[in-house]
């Protein structure tokens, strides 16, 4: 089965910084010119949230209010591997946090919707927390 595979992750204090790491190099030959990377993350007792995506041809970034201006996304082809470096962190960052991948692009509003991706990491703690 299909598995993109997260590294990193961890405990933080407030206002620090982390890099998630998300490969991409398990998906299908299909996707490979086109696909669409997303980061979500759930807290305890939240509904999972979308924050972040790019798309693999073009770059094309989305991000979430919540973590727009703190949080980027990039990718490194040659390496299948897109990261979300998240920086100025917050108590109420705290989450599990998951990357996806779907085919095509990020869209704008249909980036942040579960429903919209194929296959999904296993997901990594972020605890930020003094």
């Known amino acids: 089965q299909v598995q993109l595979v997260q590294s990193g992750g961890g405990l933080v204090q407030p206002g620090g910084s982390l890099r998630l790491s998300c490969s991409t190099s398990?998906?299908?030959?299909?996707?490979?010119?086109?696909?669409?990377v997303g980061w979500f993350r759930q807290a305890p007792g939240f509904t999972r949230e979308g924050i972040s995506c790019?798309?693999?041809?073009?770059?094309?970034?989305y991000y979430a209010d919540s973590v727009k201006g703190r949080f980027t996304i990039s990718r490194d082809s040659g390496k299948n591997t897109v990261y979300l470096q998240m920086n100025n962190l917050k108590p109420e960052d705290t989450a599990v946090y998951y990357c996806?991948?779907?085919?095509?692009?990020?869209?704008?509003?249909?980036?942040?919707?579960?429903?919209?991706?194929?296959?999904w990491g296993q997901g990594t703690q972020v605890n930020v927390s003094s």
């Open positions: 996806a991948a779907a085919r095509g692009w990020c869209y704008a509003g249909a980036y942040a919707y579960t429903e919209t991706y194929d296959y």
């Open positions: 398990e998906l299908p030959s299909d996707y490979s010119a086109y696909h669409a």
């Open positions: 790019i798309s693999s041809s073009d770059g094309t970034t």
